[in-house]
Structures are given as structure tokens and as C-alpha cells.
Nanobody
Framework: VQLVESGGGLVQAGGSLRLSCAAS????????MGWYRQAPGKQRELVAA????????NYADSVKGRFTISRDNAENTMYLQMNSLKPEDTAVYYC??????????WGQGTQVTVSS
């Protein structure tokens, strides 16, 4: 499985961005997908996750009500809609996918910078 993120960039506080994660390869085997982020000097943290049928999602408390995760299985793409962005959301965002038999896969990361 290969995962490629896009959609990062620079935005002012209060603005919005939508990240995309396009999957290729054994996409039918992907169970859960989601997003982690890592800010400079901080540990990587889970931002949001979604299971294969899209019916269950999970969010970090810090992004609840502002971020929405979704996936389009027909397009093999996952999205993270980020609204009301704050400077503390600045980080490199990584998408991941899990396959029960082979483990965890990562994208290369996309930078999100929120200016105050």
C-alpha cells in the first residue's frame, strides 16, 4: 500500500484546509485509516481515525468539533477537513492505513502552518 498526502499549506488562524490521502496498491485490505501530526519538539499524536466502512470515527479532544475525517472508498481517498484552525494545529500531518495481516503504512507527510 502506498499513501500520498496533499493539501497542506499556510493559512491564517480561523481558516480552513482540507488534507487528502490517496491510497494505491492493496486498498481493499485497508481496515482503519487516519491522521497523525507532529509538531516540532513534540511527540506524534493521533488526530483522527476512521474504519473501513466510514461508520466509526475517533478524534483527539483538541480537534473535536473543528476537524472532520471521511473516506471515499470508490476513490481510495481519505480526507481531513480542518476548520477554525489555530496556531497550535501547526504540524506535519501524516496519514496512515492499517492492514490486519501486514501492519501499518504511512504517507510522507504534509506541512500545515497556521499563522496567528
Amino acid at each position: 500500500v502506498q499513501l500520498v498526502e496533499s493539501g497542506g499549506g499556510l493559512v491564517q488562524a480561523g481558516g480552513s484546509l482540507r488534507l487528502s490521502c490517496a491510497a494505491s496498491g492493496s486498498t481493499l485490505s485497508i481496515n482503519a485509516m487516519g491522521w497523525y501530526r507532529q509538531a516540532p519538539g513534540k511527540q506524534r499524536e493521533l488526530v483522527a481515525a476512521i474504519i473501513s466502512d466510514g461508520k466509526m470515527t475517533n478524534y483527539a479532544d483538541s480537534v473535536k468539533g473543528r476537524f472532520t475525517i471521511s473516506r471515499d472508498n470508490a476513490e481510495n481517498t481519505m480526507y481531513l477537513q480542518m476548520n477554525s484552525l489555530k496556531p497550535e494545529d501547526t504540524a506535519v500531518y501524516y496519514c496512515f492505513g492499517t492492514i490486519a495481516t501486514t501492519g501499518l503504512y504511512w504517507g510522507q507527510g504534509t506541512q500545515v502552518t497556521v499563522s496567528s
